[in-house]
């Protein structure tokens, strides 16, 4: 493998910015400093650039079967559209169905990832809970890499686990030093309310909203922080949309609780007006949680300020409008859930976090890079920039605008939910593992020289 040089750029780290050159070897960082005096087969001039660590996202469902249907990218054009997107790895969820075995589906999953183009590791999600569920949770954390396991409070009667199976997950974790996940929405509160609305005639796709309100949410992160507190392990809120969550999270952190919270964009960024677009198009961002009203945005913004969430992820899901989410033009309980993010991440968070002063760019490195690496065990292999790390690097151009569009992303799918939102900045170039993956917007990739990375909790 070529060596590679990166000279004249500002290296963006969680607490500083320095101006030091990169020299890449073997696919490492083999040399960080001013002025450096090496030779290498490619030079790149980031002057006038930052430097920032390749991406990661630890939330993503790249092939995943769902609501009937299967999650439009696979490992591949997943994969990719990260990379242009500048983020070089990704922790994607294992589903197993309820009853299934872990290691059944985790070999399910393995075969899946073989077409990956970045770097990747699971988290596995636990459906249900038994004797075999807590044995093949100590196979995960012990021989496999994956420390992470989701528990989804919500999607009654499919993949939702009750109180008794939570505490059983949660002293299991503690057994093994692993972190439950959880996707916090009341289930019992959501069917009760799609019933109630679905019987009063009330199909379309802004009544999946009107069904999950955010006290639901608020309900069940309380009650998972509860639940952790009494069993004294930490925890981790996935995909946060809204206030109530969120103060949950911060009085819980006040009270010395180890609990981290992950938010995305779409919950950053948009508001339920969308539900209102006509020709079913509202469909498109029909996701859980939902979409909230004005103001909830706000909360999380500043939680991240704050640090009290640590991590944005995309929850990147997508399924076509055509084809898929159709299938409840009559039922919006039957669109399947979910929409796609994984390439724009970055962007947004510069354009409308950075460029907008909600953030600076050491805290977008954090919430995007570094703080996931150290949460999920890749720390410092990913999310830094440190001799002896992966060259995982993305040279960020501060200006020029954009415009995203489903007429122009990689994720393979038919809509995009920030379809027209303007950019400024983006990734001029995206090095993983030492090696050019997109310059200028064109994709280099190469299918199935995405690695596994396996994980070992530390915080
Ligand atoms: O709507 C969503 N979020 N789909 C993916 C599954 C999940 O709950 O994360
Ligand atoms: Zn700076
Ligand atoms: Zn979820
Ligand atoms: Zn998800």
Redesign the pocket.
């Known amino acids: 493998m070529g060596s590679l040089l990166i000279k004249n750029g500002e290296i963006v780290s969680p607490l500083d910015c320095t101006f030091q050159d990169i020299y890449i070897e073997d696919g490492k960082i083999a040399a960080l400093g001013k002025d450096l005096d090496v030779s290498a087969d490619r030079v790149l001039d980031a002057a006038g650039q930052y430097v920032l660590p390749g991406g990661i996202d630890v939330?993503t469902?790249l092939d995943?079967p769902?609501m009937g249907e299967v999650s439009a990218d696979d490992f591949e054009s997943g994969t990719a559209a990260a990379m242009a997107g500048g983020t070089t790895s990704i922790i994607d969820?294992i589903v197993p169905g309820k009853g299934q075995s872990l290691l059944e589906a985790l070999a399910t999953w393995k075969s899946k990832a073989k077409t990956a183009v970045a770097d990747y590791g699971f988290h596995m999600a636990v459906t249900w809970y038994s004797d075999q569920v807590a044995r093949e949770m100590a196979v995960c954390v012990r021989e496999e890499g994956i420390p992470s396991f989701k528990a989804?409070l919500?999607?009654k009667d499919a993949i939702m686990v009750n109180d008794e199976e939570l505490v059983g997950l949660l002293k299991c974790s503690r057994e093994l030093n692993a972190l439950i996940m959880a996707?916090c929405e009341n289930g019992e509160i959501v069917a009760e309310l799609q019933e109630k609305l679905f019987a009063e005639g009330k199909v379309e796709p802004k009544y999946h909203a009107l069904s999950r309100p955010s006290y639901a949410e608020g309900e069940s992160a309380f009650r998972l922080a509860s639940l952790a507190r009494a069993i004294g392990v930490p925890a981790y809120f996935?995909?946060m949309s809204c206030a109530e969550s969120t103060r949950v999270l911060v009085e819980a952190r006040a009270q010395g609780m180890d609990i981290y919270g992950e938010t995305c964009p779409q919950y950053l960024l948009l508001d339920d007006s969308v539900y209102d677009k006509p020709d079913f198009l509202g469909a498109a961002y029909?996701?859980?949680?939902p979409i909230r009203p004005k103001g909830h945005a706000e909360s999380l913004w500043g939680a991240i300020r704050a640090g009290q969430i640590q991590v944005v992820g995309t929850?990147h899901?997508p399924f076509n409008l055509k084809g898929q989410k159709e299938l409840g033009r009559d039922d919006f309980r039957k669109i399947p859930?979910?929409?796609a993010g994984i390439e724009d991440r970055l962007k947004l968070l510069y354009t409308y976090g950075v460029m907008k002063g909600r953030i600076t760019i050491n805290q977008m490195v954090a919430i995007t890079s570094t703080n996931p690496a150290k949460i999920f065990g890749m720390y410092p292999q990913k999310g830094s920039i440190t001799v002896g790390a992966d060259a995982d690097l993305v040279i960020w151009q501060p200006d020029g605008e954009g415009t995203i569009s489903a007429m122009t992303h990689y994720h393979r799918v038919d809509t995009s939910i920030f379809e027209g939102y303007r950019t400024v900045g983006a990734p001029a170039v995206v090095i993983a593992n030492g090696r050019v993956q997109c310059e200028d917007g064109k994709l280099m990739v190469e299918p199935g020289a995405g690695r596994f990375i396996p994980r070992k909790l530390t915080v």
């Not at 029909?286 to 949680?289: A, G, L, Y």
């Open positions: 939330h469902h995943m769902f969820y989804f919500a999607y996707h996935v995909h029909v996701m859980s949680p929850d899901c859930n979910g929409a």
